[in-house]
């Protein structure tokens, strides 16, 4: 056990309820001083595990490889099941982007941007650490070096889902940038566990890895990852979503829960006992997938997810920062910081040259790539498999380059991606606030307003001031990266247009962008059927020149009026009062929840 500290007359040894509590206590502080900072709050929670890892093993006399940090890690390790939920639950939503009208939406697009991305990571990878490696590592000879780079590129691949999704739910980022994140988030995902198993199997076939296991139950693995997941995930989306359609959706939220906790034991009982498995982010994306086809109203259970699942997040990312080898970073030297810059130099290249094989890139900005660097959860998995299966010295290199690039990408990759959706105007301004919920009550303490309320709640106060919304105005709420129609596009680009769009209302401008009007549903549903009628319209004729739009200037308080008087659910905004020129959309729905917001004491 590990020698206790102590403070007076008490001696603590902590135990897994400790240890989460204390990392629990730590991410609140540090989410709330990165809202204050303004940086993503994954950030904090990554830090707070890390502060608590020094802080515990410092006061513990418990530095690397002793039997102090032994049992410190052991005390983490029945925490093992809020990983697997919340790795689980993140990968299930992710797999939502799968719906077949989104994947009929921005498909063959996003595809193209996938395989260049994913193709140039893994090239440059592969012959940068090579070229590097071949000067700078001479313990590696033989054929240990190009076995190493071989699958340091497929792991390079990967872009953390957790992470990523994180920060577009944490700033409620909407629009074809963030579907493009959340795609190739995605894609990447499911290529980098495909990708890294075969050349696993590969590289053992030819003789370059000598297993620890034998060779058929190699082949039986990577079945079982693969192929076996997949299936394994297409059975149990059928099921939940059975599950969802017959039960309470309390009992469906159970169901999950206990899902993915027995799915990420299971997966390390079949390693353990049998040297096979399936993967459990396969299956979870798998099963996402599945539902979000074939689930009868399947946003109802995906937004109770993000709703209940935020506690479990937040140990899940304080769990990960106490499990960042802040200590390997060190031993990167050149060949592991090859690694870092070729894996970065891929994904920001990669997502360039696909935008501009797309020949499409309306919407998609240049700096996609640099949304993509998180990386985490998958790699960990993955280096765990090399660990256990491959005792080459090498495999030991590769454990310290890879964790060791994780620290660099999971502290630099929210702040890069929350610039890459502020540029791109797809977060709203009031959530770049440092006290969203408070924003529009400023000059007010928080303190007093507590004492305020709880006067009110003993009988002893029987007014309470009223947040004036005032000051908040449509730029703070409105979202400026939209696709808008062309005035002569013609009803079969119109019909195109709303089925790719997620928004009701559907703004019609000139090539100057000066609005024309707004098209909505009920402005198409007759021409539809209407054989003559469809091939001589086009988008300028379907518009209503009545719908009014709003400056950016205008007030929320004012807004409100204009929304009840157009009885819509969105409104274009443009630049000034008075002018045509089209820079966004406000929602009816954003500007609810930020005056719900202002009358509701913090």
Not at 461 to 476: E, T, Y
Not at 560 to 574: E, N, Q
Request: glycine residues 10%; proline residues 5%.
């Amino acid at each position: 056990m590990p020698t206790p500290v102590h403070f007076g007359v008490l001696a603590y040894v902590p135990g897994p309820g400790m240890m989460f509590g204390l990392l629990l206590g730590a991410a609140i502080i540090a989410g709330y001083l990165a809202r204050m900072v303004r940086i993503p709050r994954i950030v904090g929670y990554l830090l707070a595990g890390a502060a608590v890892h020094t802080i515990v093993h410092f006061a513990y006399d418990a530095p690397s490889g002793s039997e102090n940090a032994r049992q410190l890690t052991a005390a983490v390790e029945p925490l093992s099941a809020v990983k697997d939920l919340a790795l689980g639950l993140i990968l299930f939503s992710l797999g939502s982007i799968f719906e077949r009208t989104h994947v009929r939406a921005v498909g063959g697009r996003i595809l193209k941007v996938s395989l260049a991305e994913c193709g140039l990571v893994f090239a440059l990878v592969l012959l940068g650490t090579l070229a590097v490696g071949y000067f700078t590592e001479p313990s590696l000879c033989g054929a240990a070096l190009p076995v190493l780079c071989l699958l340091l590129a497929a792991l390079a691949v990967e872009t953390a889902p957790a992470a990523t999704l994180y920060v577009l739910h944490e700033y409620e980022a909407k629009g074809p940038m963030s579907d493009a994140i959340l795609t190739l988030t995605a894609l990447s995902s499911s290529a980098a566990i495909v990708l890294f198993h075969v050349a696993f199997q590969v590289l053992v076939s030819f003789g370059l890895i000598q297993p620890i296991h034998s060779t058929s139950s190699l082949w039986v693995g990577l079945l079982c990852t693969t192929l076996g997941s997949v299936v394994l995930g297409v059975l149990l989306g059928f099921l939940v979503s059975i599950a969802h359609a017959k039960l309470p959706l309390a009992e469906t939220l159970l169901i999950f829960f206990a899902l993915f906790i027995v799915l990420g034991a299971g997966e390390r009982h079949l390693q353990a006992q049998y040297g096979i498995t399936y993967n459990t982010l396969l299956t979870a994306l798998v099963i996402g997938a599945v539902f979000g086809n074939v689930g009868i109203d399947a946003p109802k259970l995906f937004a109770a997810i993000q709703t209940l699942g935020g506690p479990v997040f937040v140990g899940f990312f304080a769990l990960a920062g106490y499990s960042l080898h802040v200590a390997d970073l060190p031993r990167l030297g050149l060949f592991g910081a090859a690694y870092v810059a070729c894996r970065a130099a891929g994904k920001l290249a990669g997502c360039a040259v696909g935008r501009r094989w797309t020949g499409d890139v309306q919407g998609l900005k240049p700096y996609l790539g640099q949304a993509l660097l998180c990386q985490a959860s998958i790699a960990i998995g993955m280096v765990h498999f090399v660990a256990l299966n491959w005792g080459d010295p090498a495999a030991q290199k590769l454990q310290e380059i890879v964790l060791g690039a994780i620290v660099v990408f999971e502290l630099i990759g929210p702040l890069l991606e929350k610039s890459v959706l502020r540029r791109s105007g797809e977060v709203k301004a009031i959530t770049l606030l440092r006290r969203p919920r408070a924003a529009a009550v400023e000059g007010e303490s928080i303190t007093l307003l507590t004492l305020g309320a709880m006067a009110r709640a003993f009988g002893l106060s029987r007014h309470g001031r009223s947040p004036d919304p005032a000051s908040l105005q449509v730029r703070h709420i409105m979202r400026t990266n939209v696709k808008f129609l062309r005035a002569q596009a013609s009803l079969d680009e119109v019909l195109r247009f709303v089925e790719q769009s997620r928004d009701n209302h559907f703004p019609v401008v000139d090539e100057h962008d000066d609005l024309l009007g707004v098209i909505h549903f009920s402005d198409i549903h007759d021409m539809i059927y209407d054989p003559v009628m469809r091939d001589l319209v086009t988008a300028v004729d379907l518009a209503d020149a009545s719908t009014p739009a709003v400056a950016t200037d205008l007030p929320l308080s004012e807004l409100l009026a204009v929304f009840r008087a157009a009885d819509i659910g969105s409104l274009p905004v443009v630049e000034k009062a008075g002018g045509r020129r089209t820079v966004g959309i406000v929602e009816q729905r954003d500007l609810l929840r930020v005056l719900h917001r202002a009358q509701t004491p913090d």
